[in-house]
Each structure stands twice: as structure tokens, then as C-alpha cells.
């Protein structure tokens, strides 16, 4: 499959791509939503087209390599998912500096994540294989969180959006929990263990590898510390409504 696809860089076709979803999304679909809601519904229906394909391209891209290893070059296959999820972050990043400035924690995310890929994919050409098994644990949860997300923005106005998160909260906690703070965690170890024994030096410069392990190790904290207050807010929700039910 590599060998049919061309390692030019596909980052123009993906930005027009998403751009346009994200105008489809925040002028038609959601036109009618509430101005403080409209741009977050917009960032996930952009996310809705790029969180699963990504983890689907991530995996074959995987799986199609016929070895595995933290410094093997990358694969045009490789670089063609790369280029996807940075035409993505990009377009979401513009998203938040011109309409939501203030979420700092997000811009930064984006930035990290962007200088990440771009790294890999445009300056040591090597490494794809850990960051893209990372993009699957993390992609892989994205269909339910943007649609738990959508119904989350309309629960206090819809009972229907109020019943889905209510619904979808249980199963999207678990399942990101399994993903970001179990198997992401020990990949990453794997991962770590790697880079900072010098074995890639030749091919990814030391301060390549380091700062990578710098901003996936704070992603993974960041997701850990997310999750597990949400499922603080759920228990305690939960409790609540035992106490009223008792009463």
C-alpha cells in the first residue's frame, strides 16, 4: 500500500479539507445554536471527521509496516497520517486564537501536539511509528467524546441532549480511561525507554526525542488529571441522587 501512495506532502489538501468542514459546521449545521455553544459544536464536527479516520489510517499505517521500531524511517503512509492529523490541529488551533482566545490549556495542547508531528513528519523523518500508536489510544475515544461533548453543550436546553450524556458518560469515562491512563502510559514508557537510551541519536537528534517525551508525558498527565475529575463529578452526581431517592 505505501509504494501507491506519494510522500509529497498532502498538508494543503487536508487543510482545505478540514477549513471547509469547519465553515459547513459553524455557518449551516449549527447556525441556529446558541452564539456562546456555536464555535465548540463547530471544533467537534471538525473533530467528528478527523478523530476516526485517523485512528483507522493510524492503524493500517501500523499494520501495513512491515517492521516495527521507535527509529525506523517513516513510511509515505506514515507521513500521509501525519499530514492529516496536522491539517487538522491547525485548522482547530486558528479556531481558538481567533474565536476562543482564552482557552489557554487547548492552545497549548495544539501547539505541542503541532510540533510534535511537524518534527517527525518534516525534520528527522524517523519516529512515526510511536507517535502514530499514541494517535490511535488517543483518536480512538474521539467519536464518543465529540458527541458526548455536543450533547453536554445542550443538556440544560434538550432533554434528549441531557439523556445522551447521562447515557454516554459511563462507557466514553471508562474507555478513555483504559486508553489515556492505562495503555498510553505503558507505551510510553516503552517509548521512553528507547529514546533515552541513545539508540536513536543517529537518526532523531537527542533534543527531538527528549522534547517529545516532555510533551507526551504532560498530554498523558493533563488526560489523567481530566478524566479522573470527571469521574469525581460523576460520583458525586450519582450520590446525589441516592441521597434524594433515600429521602
Known amino acids: 500500500?505505501?509504494?501507491?501512495?506519494?510522500?509529497?506532502?498532502m498538508f494543503p489538501t487536508f487543510f482545505a479539507m478540514f477549513s471547509i468542514i469547519y465553515v459547513?459546521?459553524?455557518f449551516v449545521i449549527f447556525r441556529n445554536w446558541n452564539p456562546k455553544h456555536r464555535p465548540d459544536a463547530s471544533s467537534c464536527f471538525i473533530s467528528l471527521f478527523h478523530g476516526t479516520p485517523a485512528a483507522i489510517l493510524a492503524l493500517l499505517a501500523i499494520l501495513t509496516q512491515k517492521?516495527?521500531?521507535?527509529?525506523?524511517?517513516?513510511?509515505?503512509?506514515?507521513?500521509?497520517?501525519?499530514?492529516?492529523?496536522?491539517?487538522?490541529?491547525?485548522?482547530?488551533?486558528?479556531?481558538?486564537?481567533?474565536?476562543?482566545?482564552?482557552e489557554y490549556l487547548f492552545v497549548a495542547h495544539h501547539l505541542a501536539t503541532l510540533f510534535v508531528f511537524i518534527t517527525c513528519r518534516y525534520l528527522t523523518l524517523h519516529g512515526a511509528f510511536a507517535l502514530l500508536v499514541l494517535l490511535v489510544f488517543a483518536?480512538?475515544?474521539?467519536?464518543?467524546?465529540?458527541?458526548?461533548?455536543l450533547a453536554g453543550l445542550r443538556r440544560a436546553e434538550?432533554?434528549?441532549?441531557?439523556?445522551?450524556?447521562?447515557i454516554l458518560s459511563p462507557p466514553f469515562y471508562v474507555l478513555y480511561t483504559v486508553m489515556r491512563g492505562v495503555a498510553g502510559p505503558l507505551f510510553f514508557y516503552k517509548m521512553s525507554s528507547?529514546?533515552?537510551?541513545?539508540?536513536?541519536?543517529?537518526?532523531?537528534?537527542?533534543?527531538v526525542s527528549v522534547s517529545w517525551i516532555v510533551v507526551v508525558g504532560t498530554a498523558i498527565l493533563v488526560s489523567i488529571l481530566w478524566i479522573s475529575n470527571l469521574w469525581v463529578v460523576l460520583f458525586n452526581e450519582r450520590s446525589q441522587i441516592e441521597g434524594k431517592k433515600e429521602r
Not at 158 to 166: F, T
Request: proline content about 5%; some cysteine.
Open 139 to 149: 483518536e480512538v475515544t474521539s467519536a464518543c467524546q465529540n458527541i458526548w461533548t
Open 158 to 166: 434538550l432533554p434528549l441532549a441531557a439523556r445522551v450524556y447521562e
Open 1 to 9: 500500500m505505501d509504494g501507491l501512495i506519494s510522500n509529497y506532502s
Open 194 to 207: 528507547f529514546y533515552l537510551s541513545g539508540k536513536a541519536r543517529d537518526v532523531i537528534p537527542w533534543w
Open 67 to 102: 517492521n516495527w521500531g521507535f527509529a525506523l524511517p517513516n513510511s509515505n503512509f506514515q507521513n500521509l497520517v501525519l499530514d492529516f492529523s496536522i491539517a487538522y490541529f491547525t485548522v482547530d488551533l486558528l479556531h481558538y486564537l481567533i474565536l476562543i482566545p482564552g
Open 24 to 26: 459547513l459546521g459553524y
